[in-house]
């Protein structure tokens, strides 16, 4: 929002405070400035001149010969393009070595020959306007010479842009007024009151026919005047409407707007001539109405309408209608100062997408004591323009949902204690009522009466008086404080304790990257790959056009991360920890912490990097957790598995993840010839397997007996299953058992493969005797003969 | 016979003199004194001499092969002592290596976590998916705020969102902790946007709370200004608060921290006004707090929100937001 300071000064002397001192000052206390312009003061050497001739040229195509007087007795001339240059116009001349918008310095010159050495300008041309059709055309009583910033004060002034953001919460400043308000508080200067007209009741004088059909209008005040004949706003306002980002139109449309401007009320001029009464009620289905933009516009079903006895006239709060809009010959007004809900008109205005500066104000909780004085001021400026303008009706004011006054009981002790700082009472009430808070005390308690204009939204708790205090007192001159607290000891999330201990396994051990994805699918990939993975929640309304499913594997992200990677790696590992969604059975979300990994390699088999991976996740949990993992056939195989490799992954007989390569269709697809393996573990799970405990085993102090048995198997022998066999052989001796060799091939026959184990055996009390040594020999290979392991 | 012993010992004492390395020593012993060496075959060869002979050759022979022998030997022990070979030994080559790498955000958010643990807070993280309870009624947000609408959240068909907020998780941490508590919670949050070089729809942030008796404006400006100087690792940073308006917090600040690039004389990187803006903080806003099931006559606390996706951007100059999701390890696979 614009700001001018010409505009504040009116209300709030502020003469003597230096720019850089009220930016910061604001910016601390209120809200942030985000730039400060300087206007005018770039416009130098303009003077009025009078035309003295205007002479078209042969060689001329696109402008004349102009010579002008500004007074100072010399000839000046110019080649001007103006169409509406005309001998004995008085104009802004912007004389050799002058700075006009555009232009830097004004030199003489020659166009097609003849003398330049002047420049006449628009209004645009000295900043004023945006109107740049033709000449600015002068009073002709202008004394020539007189400098343009003599002829136009107003023109000099100081724009302030305040970050729009930072005054969600502050509808009493979206006006020039309030803005003067926060000035006078924050540097102890007077605010002058607003001056308006004196309205008072005519018995002669009709009231307006206002019904509120819609209850989300609280406040409807409405006036009609006659007799208006001016049609144009003071050089004054339209300069002050420019320069804060406005164009000016005519008197009416100008002064509606400079109001809204001034305190923040938007408000609407309609023709009088259309407006026999006005209803407050709602649009119906599918109903259409034209804007005063001249478009059509289908108005969502209970938008809250302004309405006359044929139909609607305005969308409340947003924008008038093209039928009742104020016309050239239009010489009575109804002027409408209405409060709308905050809530009502921004839902319409996101429905309709319609934006206007009347829906961003009212969208901030307007105070809707603030009706009539808006008619009253307008009123006033109004006169001020034209004083002919008649009264034609009483104002007349339909307020159905007043706000309770908001007062707040606080000590200072609280103000105190919540700031960190020691105020006086006496700084407390003054910083008060400096902003129009009523303050009366009672022994330790300030009872706060809270200005309307603060009460809508912004200000109803303690905590919102420690804040007013506070901000006026100045944060940067709160003295920063330690906190004294007891020291105790913190416990550690095991979440984070396992997370970070994977990643520093993955990534330090086995030099995996660490990736981070989005949690949805991406729907092109997987088609193009040809998966279909399943989710169970999708984005209804994913601005980007994303893919809308969340994801309930990691196995597409990870595959995504292989196809990009693949590109410009032969091998690599990459993991994420991440979520997946599910959805439990009230249709809650239910989200899952997940590792998910991918190992890469152009040169490995899909066996080959099934192992390593499945080494890695049996790393992971016996790092983490000190427990040993099994492994079983999987039970649910995600699509893009290869169907025998792959494995359901167990620690203490949960199931804790899987583990599978990637089959060549969806791989080749993925990442060409480079193959790939996956696993996702289950951290949820993993993080909640107890931690084996330690327990030091001292090595046997007599001398043990290593066995070497090669057996020969039918090939489709799981390891594990021989394993488990083999350790419930029944010996008083202690034996261990660990595979050496697995051959296949040469000297074998197709279906059998030889596996080379080595067994440790001993006793804790003596070393072993040779009957012993052969008794469990021959035991255990009989055991292993009964189930068709023989040696080789 | 004793003359080629003798040339034998000359010349192995000859050669031994150069041997530069433990392997060339081994070569001539196994040459001269080994199975098939040149003085065992003549001492095998003296079995066809008669006794005489072999009384004297065996004499020199033995002469000679302790001479050998203990030259040997003190070649040997003088290469040990002198620790390997003078052999070229490129010791510029290095083995072919990958190293593993960690996500930069991973990196800025275990920094921060263990900052905070030392000061005594706890880590949480709870959901990504949550309630429209717990991402706005339960923080304060009104029934008809803006941030509602349906363009900043990512809605799901089940009527729940993806947390466009860590401050989702406030209200579950009060009612985990009880007060007085001390805690953060980072994680990944989302927000309705398209994405471009420097917006992105998925983004991590990390929200604390301390909750206390009389925690004041005060204290939160010194732990702000300590935290921030830890996490920046700069000595006499300056902050300022100004007000923000968040509707879970009361009164509200933005941070800022003055420049450090100008001094605060004003730049381009801070937008010529001398600070930049760091984070959003303020003092609990009371509905939160009961929401927590907390005293709010007896506690009061402080809550901020750092940008750990922002940070990590600064920490390692990373320009484009895109690439934190990129998946790319040409582009990510940089931070150790």
């Given at each position: 929002?614009?700001?001018?300071?010409?505009?504040?000064?009116?209300?709030?002397?502020?003469?003597?405070?230096?720019?850089?001192?009220?930016?910061?000052?604001?910016?601390?206390?209120?809200?942030?400035?985000?730039?400060?312009?300087?206007?005018?003061?770039?416009?130098?050497?303009?003077?009025?001149?009078?035309?003295?001739?205007?002479?078209?040229?042969?060689?001329?195509?696109?402008?004349?010969?102009?010579?002008?007087?500004?007074?100072?007795?010399?000839?000046?001339?110019?080649?001007?393009?103006?169409?509406?240059?005309?001998?004995?116009?008085?104009?802004?001349?912007?004389?050799?070595?002058?700075?006009?918008?555009?232009?830097?310095?004004?030199?003489?010159?020659?166009?097609?020959?003849?003398?330049?050495?002047?420049?006449?300008?628009?209004?645009?041309?000295?900043?004023?306007?945006?109107?740049?059709?033709?000449?600015?055309?002068?009073?002709?009583?202008?004394?020539?010479?007189?400098?343009?910033?003599?002829?136009?004060?107003?023109?000099?002034?100081?724009?302030?842009?305040?970050?729009?953001?930072?005054?969600?919460?502050?509808?009493?400043?979206?006006?020039?007024?309030?803005?003067?308000?926060?000035?006078?508080?924050?540097?102890?200067?007077?605010?002058?009151?607003?001056?308006?007209?004196?309205?008072?009741?005519?018995?002669?004088?009709?009231?307006?026919?206002?019904?509120?059909?819609?209850?989300?209008?609280?406040?409807?005040?409405?006036?009609?005047?006659?007799?208006?004949?001016?049609?144009?706003?003071?050089?004054?306002?339209?300069?002050r409407l420019f320069y804060c980002g406005m164009r000016s139109i005519s008197l009416l449309v100008d002064l509606t707007n400079y109001l809204m401007m001034e305190v923040g009320q938007p408000m609407h001029a309609f023709d009088k001539r259309t407006m026999d009464k006005v209803i407050v009620s709602s649009s119906k289905k599918d109903e259409k109405f034209v804007t005063l933009d001249d478009e059509e516009r289908i108005l969502p079903e209970n938008t809250m309408m302004i309405c006359n006895s044929k139909g609607p006239v305005a969308i409340a709060g947003i924008m008038g209608g093209a039928n009742t809009e104020i016309k050239d010959d239009t010489d009575e007004l109804l002027l409408e100062s209405a409060n709308f809900d905050a809530g009502t008109v921004r839902k319409s205005a996101v429905k309709l997408r319609l934006r206007t500066d009347a829906s961003a104000r009212y969208e901030k909780s307007l105070d809707a004591e603030l009706t009539p004085i808006a008619i009253k001021r307008f009123i006033k400026l109004l006169k001020d323009r034209d004083n002919g303008v008649v009264i034609a009706s009483n104002l007349t004011d339909v307020y159905k949902n007043k706000r309770p006054e908001i007062s707040i009981d606080i000590t200072k002790k609280y103000i105190n204690d919540m700031a960190g700082i020691d105020y006086s009472d006496e700084f407390i009430t003054e910083c008060l009522e400096r902003l129009e808070f009523k303050v009366t005390k009672k022994d330790d308690t300030f009872h706060v009466v809270v200005p309307s204009f603060r009460a809508t939204k912004d200000i109803s708790i303690k905590s919102d008086l420690v804040e007013e205090v506070s901000r006026i007192y100045g944060y940067d001159n709160i003295i920063p404080t330690p906190i004294e607290l007891p020291i105790l000891p913190v416990s550690l999330n095991p979440v984070k304790e396992l997370n970070d201990k994977v990643k520093t396994i993955l990534t330090e051990r086995y030099d995996a990257n660490e990736v981070h994805s989005y949690v949805w699918y991406d729907n092109d990939f997987c088609r193009e790959i040809g998966i279909n993975p399943e989710s169970?929640?999708?984005?209804?309304?994913?601005?980007?056009?994303?893919?809308?499913?969340?994801?309930?594997?990691?196995?597409?992200t990870l595959l995504k991360c292989a196809s990009i990677n693949a590109k410009n790696y032969d091998e690599f590992m990459c993991y994420e920890i991440g979520s997946v969604y599910n959805l439990d059975k009230n249709k809650h979300s239910d989200?899952?912490?997940?590792?998910?990994?991918?190992?890469?390699?152009?040169?490995?088999?899909?066996?080959?990097?099934?192992?390593?991976?499945?080494?890695?996740?049996?790393?992971?949990?016996?790092?983490?957790?000190?427990?040993?993992?099994?492994?079983?056939?999987?039970?649910?195989?995600?699509?893009?598995?290869?169907?025998?490799?792959?494995?359901?992954?167990?620690?203490?007989?949960?199931?804790?993840?899987?583990?599978?390569?990637?089959?060549?269709?969806?791989?080749?697809?993925?990442?060409?010839?480079?193959?790939?393996?996956?696993a996702q573990i289950d951290m949820d799970k993993v993080v909640e397997l107890a931690e084996a405990k330690i327990t030091y085993k001292a090595p046997s102090i007599y001398q043990e007996t290593s066995l070497d048995f090669n057996f020969l198997v039918n090939k489709e022998t799981y390891l594990d299953d021989m394993i488990k066999y083999m350790n419930e052989f029944k010996s008083d001796l202690k034996y261990q058992i660990k595979l050496v060799d697995v051959y296949e091939g040469k000297g074998i026959d197709d279906d059998k493969k030889s596996m080379t184990y080595n067994v440790i055996i001993g006793r804790d009390d003596n070393t072993l005797t040779s009957e012993e040594i052969d008794g469990f020999y021959n035991g255990f290979l009989k055991q292993m003969n009964d189930k068709g392991y023989t040696l080789r | 016979?004793?003359?080629?012993?003798?040339?034998?010992?000359?010349?192995?004492?000859?050669?031994?003199?150069?041997?530069?390395?433990?392997?060339?020593?081994?070569?001539?012993?196994?040459?001269?004194?080994?199975?098939?060496?040149?003085?065992?075959?003549?001492?095998?060869?003296?079995?066809?001499?008669?006794?005489?002979?072999?009384?004297?050759?065996?004499?020199?022979?033995?002469?000679?092969?302790?001479?050998?022998?203990?030259?040997?030997?003190?070649?040997?022990?003088?290469?040990?002592?002198?620790?390997?070979?003078?052999?070229?030994?490129?010791?510029?080559?290095?083995?072919?290596?990958?190293?593993?790498?960690?996500?930069?955000?991973?990196?800025?958010?275990?920094?921060?976590?263990?900052?905070?643990?030392?000061?005594?807070?706890?880590?949480?993280?709870?959901?990504?998916?949550?309630?429209?309870?717990?991402?706005?009624?339960?923080?304060?947000?009104?029934?008809?705020?803006?941030?509602?609408?349906?363009?900043?959240?990512?809605?799901?068909d089940n009527g729940e969102l993806l947390r466009t907020q860590t401050s989702a998780q406030q209200v579950n941490v009060m009612k985990k902790y009880g007060a007085p508590f001390k805690a953060i919670v980072p994680g990944r949050t989302f927000r309705n946007e398209k994405v471009d070089a420097s917006h992105e729809n998925t983004f991590f942030q990390l929200e604390g709370m301390l909750v206390d008796e009389k925690v004041s404006v005060a204290n939160l400006i010194y732990f702000m200004r300590e935290l921030l100087s830890k996490v920046l690792d700069e000595k006499d940073l300056e902050v300022r608060l100004r007000p923000g308006f968040f509707p879970f917090v009361e009164p509200g600040f933005e941070l800022d921290m003055k420049c450090k690039l100008c001094g605060g004389k004003g730049c381009r990187t801070c937008k010529n006004s001398g600070w930049i803006e760091m984070l959003p903080c303020g003092m609990i806003h009371p509905n939160v707090l009961k929401a927590g099931g907390i005293d709010t006559e007896k506690y009061s606390g402080f809550a901020f929100g750092l940008g750990l996706t922002r940070l990590a951007m600064m920490k390692y100059g990373i320009k484009e937001i895109r690439e934190m999701n990129s998946m790319d390890i040409r582009k990510l696979g940089q931070i150790r």
């Amino acid at each position: 929002m614009f700001i001018s300071l010409n505009w504040i000064k009116e209300f709030v002397d502020l003469d003597g405070i230096d720019i850089k001192e009220i930016e910061k000052r604001f910016t601390l206390a209120t809200a942030e400035i985000e730039g400060i312009e300087e206007k005018g003061t770039n416009i130098k050497n303009v003077v009025a001149g009078k035309i003295l001739s205007v002479e078209e040229k042969e060689n001329l195509k696109t402008t004349r010969v102009v010579k002008v007087d500004v007074g100072d007795g010399k000839e000046h001339q110019t080649c001007c393009g103006a169409p509406n240059a005309e001998a004995g116009m008085i104009v802004p001349v912007a004389v050799e070595g002058g700075t006009i918008i555009g232009l830097d310095k004004v030199t003489a010159r020659k166009t097609g020959g003849y003398d330049s050495n002047c420049i006449l300008c628009s209004a645009k041309e000295i900043g004023i306007s945006d109107d740049h059709s033709g000449l600015l055309v002068l009073p002709s009583d202008t004394k020539l010479g007189t400098d343009i910033h003599d002829i136009y004060p107003d023109m000099n002034d100081v724009i302030i842009e305040i970050d729009n953001k930072s005054l969600t919460n502050r509808p009493d400043l979206w006006g020039h007024y309030g803005i003067a308000r926060e000035f006078a508080a924050i540097f102890k200067k007077e605010l002058k009151p607003l001056e308006m007209a004196e309205i008072k009741e005519d018995k002669n004088l009709p009231n307006l026919d206002i019904k509120i059909e819609n209850d989300k209008c609280n406040r409807y005040t409405g006036i009609t005047v006659k007799n208006i004949k001016e049609n144009k706003a003071t050089d004054q306002m339209a300069i002050r409407l420019f320069y804060c980002g406005m164009r000016s139109i005519s008197l009416l449309v100008d002064l509606t707007n400079y109001l809204m401007m001034e305190v923040g009320q938007p408000m609407h001029a309609f023709d009088k001539r259309t407006m026999d009464k006005v209803i407050v009620s709602s649009s119906k289905k599918d109903e259409k109405f034209v804007t005063l933009d001249d478009e059509e516009r289908i108005l969502p079903e209970n938008t809250m309408m302004i309405c006359n006895s044929k139909g609607p006239v305005a969308i409340a709060g947003i924008m008038g209608g093209a039928n009742t809009e104020i016309k050239d010959d239009t010489d009575e007004l109804l002027l409408e100062s209405a409060n709308f809900d905050a809530g009502t008109v921004r839902k319409s205005a996101v429905k309709l997408r319609l934006r206007t500066d009347a829906s961003a104000r009212y969208e901030k909780s307007l105070d809707a004591e603030l009706t009539p004085i808006a008619i009253k001021r307008f009123i006033k400026l109004l006169k001020d323009r034209d004083n002919g303008v008649v009264i034609a009706s009483n104002l007349t004011d339909v307020y159905k949902n007043k706000r309770p006054e908001i007062s707040i009981d606080i000590t200072k002790k609280y103000i105190n204690d919540m700031a960190g700082i020691d105020y006086s009472d006496e700084f407390i009430t003054e910083c008060l009522e400096r902003l129009e808070f009523k303050v009366t005390k009672k022994d330790d308690t300030f009872h706060v009466v809270v200005p309307s204009f603060r009460a809508t939204k912004d200000i109803s708790i303690k905590s919102d008086l420690v804040e007013e205090v506070s901000r006026i007192y100045g944060y940067d001159n709160i003295i920063p404080t330690p906190i004294e607290l007891p020291i105790l000891p913190v416990s550690l999330n095991p979440v984070k304790e396992l997370n970070d201990k994977v990643k520093t396994i993955l990534t330090e051990r086995y030099d995996a990257n660490e990736v981070h994805s989005y949690v949805w699918y991406d729907n092109d990939f997987c088609r193009e790959i040809g998966i279909n993975p399943e989710s169970y929640l999708a984005i209804i309304n994913s601005e980007d056009g994303y893919s809308a499913r969340l994801r309930s594997t990691m196995y597409p992200t990870l595959l995504k991360c292989a196809s990009i990677n693949a590109k410009n790696y032969d091998e690599f590992m990459c993991y994420e920890i991440g979520s997946v969604y599910n959805l439990d059975k009230n249709k809650h979300s239910d989200e899952k912490l997940k590792l998910g990994l991918v190992l890469a390699n152009r040169n490995k088999s899909n066996e080959e990097l099934f192992y390593e991976v499945k080494n890695v996740v049996k790393n992971i949990i016996k790092r983490t957790r000190g427990i040993e993992i099994s492994v079983k056939k999987t039970e649910n195989l995600f699509e893009a598995a290869d169907k025998s490799i792959a494995c359901d992954v167990y620690a203490n007989d949960v199931k804790i993840g899987t583990i599978f390569a990637v089959n060549d269709k969806v791989a080749s697809k993925t990442s060409g010839k480079v193959k790939l393996c996956l696993a996702q573990i289950d951290m949820d799970k993993v993080v909640e397997l107890a931690e084996a405990k330690i327990t030091y085993k001292a090595p046997s102090i007599y001398q043990e007996t290593s066995l070497d048995f090669n057996f020969l198997v039918n090939k489709e022998t799981y390891l594990d299953d021989m394993i488990k066999y083999m350790n419930e052989f029944k010996s008083d001796l202690k034996y261990q058992i660990k595979l050496v060799d697995v051959y296949e091939g040469k000297g074998i026959d197709d279906d059998k493969k030889s596996m080379t184990y080595n067994v440790i055996i001993g006793r804790d009390d003596n070393t072993l005797t040779s009957e012993e040594i052969d008794g469990f020999y021959n035991g255990f290979l009989k055991q292993m003969n009964d189930k068709g392991y023989t040696l080789r | 016979m004793v003359e080629k012993i003798n040339q034998i010992e000359k010349e192995t004492l000859d050669e031994l003199s150069k041997v530069k390395s433990l392997d060339a020593l081994e070569e001539i012993r196994v040459k001269v004194m080994g199975k098939k060496g040149s003085m065992t075959e003549i001492l095998k060869s003296m079995k066809d001499l008669s006794v005489e002979e072999k009384k004297e050759v065996g004499k020199v022979a033995n002469i000679a092969k302790t001479k050998i022998s203990e030259a040997i030997d003190a070649k040997k022990e003088e290469l040990e002592n002198q620790g390997g070979s003078d052999k070229f030994f490129d010791y510029t080559y290095t083995l072919p290596e990958k190293v593993g790498t960690y996500h930069p955000i991973t990196k800025v958010q275990q920094e921060i976590e263990e900052i905070f643990q030392g000061m005594g807070f706890m880590v949480d993280y709870g959901n990504e998916v949550v309630t429209e309870f717990e991402n706005f009624t339960s923080v304060n947000v009104p029934e008809d705020h803006p941030a509602r609408d349906m363009q900043d959240t990512f809605w799901l068909d089940n009527g729940e969102l993806l947390r466009t907020q860590t401050s989702a998780q406030q209200v579950n941490v009060m009612k985990k902790y009880g007060a007085p508590f001390k805690a953060i919670v980072p994680g990944r949050t989302f927000r309705n946007e398209k994405v471009d070089a420097s917006h992105e729809n998925t983004f991590f942030q990390l929200e604390g709370m301390l909750v206390d008796e009389k925690v004041s404006v005060a204290n939160l400006i010194y732990f702000m200004r300590e935290l921030l100087s830890k996490v920046l690792d700069e000595k006499d940073l300056e902050v300022r608060l100004r007000p923000g308006f968040f509707p879970f917090v009361e009164p509200g600040f933005e941070l800022d921290m003055k420049c450090k690039l100008c001094g605060g004389k004003g730049c381009r990187t801070c937008k010529n006004s001398g600070w930049i803006e760091m984070l959003p903080c303020g003092m609990i806003h009371p509905n939160v707090l009961k929401a927590g099931g907390i005293d709010t006559e007896k506690y009061s606390g402080f809550a901020f929100g750092l940008g750990l996706t922002r940070l990590a951007m600064m920490k390692y100059g990373i320009k484009e937001i895109r690439e934190m999701n990129s998946m790319d390890i040409r582009k990510l696979g940089q931070i150790r």
